[in-house]
């Protein structure tokens, strides 16, 4: 009975690294949301996904980051380029969206620290 | 722009009184409410939820309200444990889609 999965839990890069996240979603879920908190701040989202497709993207920032959700796989979540004001942890969500008030299920997280 | 607050950054409570955890929006599409508990270092676990179309939602010691025209909702916990401790997330949606997030509630269950 495997919840939402992710990771690494912790990931160090120096300035100009890329990053990469990863989550699993929990068992017979094929919708993926990703959501940042940053330090003293609530949650906001980033991007919702299901298998090959972006849905909604409106909280992405326009350069640097990406995410995909492939056939097969995890879904990723790429920070090109990371800078200090990256650092944050990434929450991944996901549902089965059988209906349209379905519950989002969260990972652990993975804390990133950019150095 | 906010549209999700709650404006008490932190409640402390007696182990066994009721703990009320206040949630307050801007967005009259919201339609679905959730309330998430956090511990440090993990990730946001999911209490209860409530439609728009409803105005109470209760599941063992928690209660959600949900006032639709004052756009206010209110998690009540009773009795309140100390394993109860924890950052609580008020949330909503508008679309089914994403979640907006309130900054949360430190709790702190006192026994």
């Known amino acids: 009975n495997a919840g939402v999965m992710q990771n690494p839990r912790h990931l160090v890069r120096r300035r100009g690294q890329e990053a990469r996240l990863r989550c699993s979603p929990m068992k017979g879920h094929s919708h993926v949301y990703w959501y940042r908190q940053l330090p003293e701040e609530g949650l906001k989202f980033m991007v919702y996904?299901?298998?090959?497709?972006?849905?909604?993207e409106s909280g992405m920032p326009k350069e640097r980051f990406s995410a995909e959700f492939p056939k097969e796989g995890p879904s990723i979540l790429r920070i090109q380029q990371v800078v200090r004001g990256d650092s944050a942890a990434y929450f991944c969500?996901?549902?089965?969206?059988?209906?349209?008030?379905?519950?989002?299920?969260f990972g652990p997280g993975t804390r990133l620290t950019v150095l | 722009d906010q549209q999700v607050k709650q404006n008490s950054p932190s409640l402390s409570v007696q182990e066994g009184r009721i703990s009320i955890l206040n949630c307050d929006y801007t967005n009259s599409m919201f339609d679905y409410f959730l309330w998430y508990k956090k511990y440090p270092a993990e990730g946001p676990t999911f209490l209860i939820s409530?439609?728009?179309?409803?105005d109470k939602n209760e599941d063992g010691r928690f209660t959600v309200f949900l006032n639709k025209s004052a756009k206010h909702l209110s998690l009540h916990i009773v009795p309140s444990q100390p394993g109860d401790s924890a950052v609580y997330f008020c949330?909503?949606?508008?679309?089914?889609?994403?979640?907006?997030f309130g900054a949360g509630t430190i709790l702190r269950v006192k026994s």
């Open positions: 996904l299901q298998k090959e497709n972006i849905i909604d």
């Open positions: 969500a996901s549902s089965s969206r059988t209906t349209h008030t379905d519950t989002q299920y």
């Open positions: 409530i439609s728009s179309i409803k």
């Open positions: 949330a909503a949606s508008a679309d089914g889609n994403k979640l907006v």
